[in-house]
């Protein structure tokens, strides 16, 4: 019975520490939805990237993590800008690309995009799995717990950056006016706010958020560019569920998801597991479309 | 029955079907055969989803679970305890991913644009996850030993080693799928596609029921790619998870955009040259051929939607003037 209990409290601390970075990783997502109405199906593969970047700047710079993190965040935001000139900006004729159609263009073209980048990616790493070494290697014992303190620093860095953006979105001009796009992009023009610069520097905060996702966990997670997809997946299914649009519906989600995904490796074994996203996903689309907390009331179904 | 067109079209058209009913006489190559013969099965595929989401305008991400449904289907049916005859067996296999497709996704028909995609995508990795899990998918090493086509004279071929009667028959199927499409894009039933892909809102005021004439173009959308799967599975003679990856989808989905989605040949083109164009970077550099893929999915969605028909409808109409 003990055991257990311990066995339930680890995976539940592994699926906070997993949701977490779901969290973050899902806020980009989502904050690039809400804007710019898109969603990115290379998000997953975003992540990777940043994971990569940092585990090459751990061998070649410095093993501190932070330095990893700092340039993986930098890299992705430049990364974000240049892919909202590639991809988007030749779409926008008129006003803005609110057009549906232009949705499902989007979505196919960060389709090839991921497609594109998870082979490149095979072929730079060249089969191999990349990891960094953890940087704090000591592990808290209570009872018969274990708690490794790198998950620890990993999950408080998560939960620092997105209070963070929360701060910006709250309390900064740029964050506010992102907010006002999001809300009415019509009008947020008309009062002045200049749509091109805050969509480029939403896709930058966007990538950035996975980046750094990626980047923190680099040193718990075996990084191979196959993952990518279905981490995309999974983040369209916790945007889905947590409301499009809505970050803090994207926080409590990714919470949900990494508890879920952990429960359910334990109960019904790995491979089984990885349902667990795409059912929640379906039942969304059947039982609430708009998700926890959608602010979006699109109508998605007839 | 008249097959509307311009005669060179037409005439473009029948020179193929010949060339290509020519060619097991004429290059005595199995390797070319087989690459015609992957051409064929990716053509039927590629068709399928072009009904869907180029006629009717619902995007779909998932044709591979389709793909798969067909090839799993139509193998473990031809084993025992079934032993059903593989002529049957591809029907099987196109049904029950046309049933098992519309059953479980009816829910997520009323959906509307990116939504259904994702929707087909959700759906497609689930389907992937049975079969890697499942056991009587025999997960990632895969179904094999099943029979394939019992030819009238000629018995039941190895088809890697004798691919003749193979590369007849698929390439029949290949024709057969593409006049039932056109048939069906060309009926009453067509016109609806076409009218839900234009404006879905103007259609369903008119008084069109769109939510059936999703279905029943789902329907005959995941029909076609079981068939297709099906006939994969006698062919390659082994049905292993991969039928289910992404990967399937996005190659049928870039064939079809770049020959020309909106039409029942621009498919079968893309098919054609994306298949060789893959076989082409064996060569060169196989790690590089998805890679090559990915891009021209990028290229094409946003500089030339229309693909290579649409390059050369601008073409020929600026010739005649």
Known sequence: MQDLVSLFINFLIVGINLGTLYALFAVGLTLLFGVLRVVNAAHGMLFLIGGYLSVLTSLVLSPNPFIGLVLAMTVCFIIGILLYGTLIRPLRLRTGKLDPRDRETVLVTTFGLSMFLENMLLIITGGRTWISTEFFTQIFIIGSVRIASQRVLISLVAVFVTAFLWIFLSKTKSGLAIRAVSQDADTARALGVNLGIIYSLTFGISVMLSGAAGALISSVLALYPTLGFGLSLRGISIILLGGLGSVSGSVVAGLIMGISESMAIWLIGAAWADIVPFTIMLLVFVIRPSGLFGRWIEQARE | ?321
């Open chain 2, 1 to 321: 029955m008249r097959i509307t067109g311009s005669l060179p079209k037409k005439l473009t058209i029948v020179v193929c079907v010949v060339i290509l009913l020519l060619i097991p006489l004429l290059v005595r190559s199995g390797y070319v055969m087989d690459v015609l013969i992957l051409c064929f099965i990716y053509g039927i595929l590629s068709v399928s989803w072009d009904l869907l989401a180029g006629f009717a305008g619902q995007l779909s991400l998932g044709t591979a679970a389709f793909f798969a449904i067909g090839a799993y289907g139509s193998a473990i049916i031809s084993m025992p305890p079934y032993n059903l005859s593989p002529w049957f067996g591809m029907i099987v296999g196109g049904l029950l991913a046309a049933v098992i497709g519309l059953v479980l996704f009816l829910p997520s028909l009323r959906l509307r644009g990116v939504y259904f995609a994702l929707a087909s995508l959700g759906f497609a990795e689930i389907v992937s996850t049975i079969v890697y899990a499942a056991n009587v998918t025999a997960g990632a090493t895969g179904i094999w030993g099943y029979p394939t086509f019992n030819f009238p004279i000629i018995g039941t071929p190895i088809p890697i080693l004798s691919p003749e009667p193979y590369y007849y028959l698929y390439f029949t199927m290949l024709l057969v799928s593409a006049f039932l499409s056109y048939k069906v894009v060309k009926s009453k039933t067509g016109l609806c596609f076409k009218s839900i892909r234009e404006d879905e809102l103007l259609a369903r005021v008119m008084g069109m029921n769109t939510t059936y004439y999703k279905a029943v173009a789902f329907f005959i959308s995941s029909f076609l790619a079981g068939i297709a799967g099906g006939l994969f599975a006698y062919y390659v003679m082994v049905v292993t998870p991969s039928t289910a990856a992404a990967t399937v989808s996005v190659t049928a989905m870039v064939m079809a955009i770049v020959g020309g989605k909106g039409t029942i040949i621009g498919p079968i083109i893309g098919a054609f040259t994306i298949q060789i164009m893959l076989e082409a970077f064996l060569f060169v550099g196989p790690q590089y051929n998805y890679v090559f893929l990915g891009l021209l999915l990028i290229v094409f969605m946003l500089f030339l939607p229309n693909g290579i028909i649409g390059l050369l409808r601008k073409y020929l109409s600026s010739v005649r003037r």
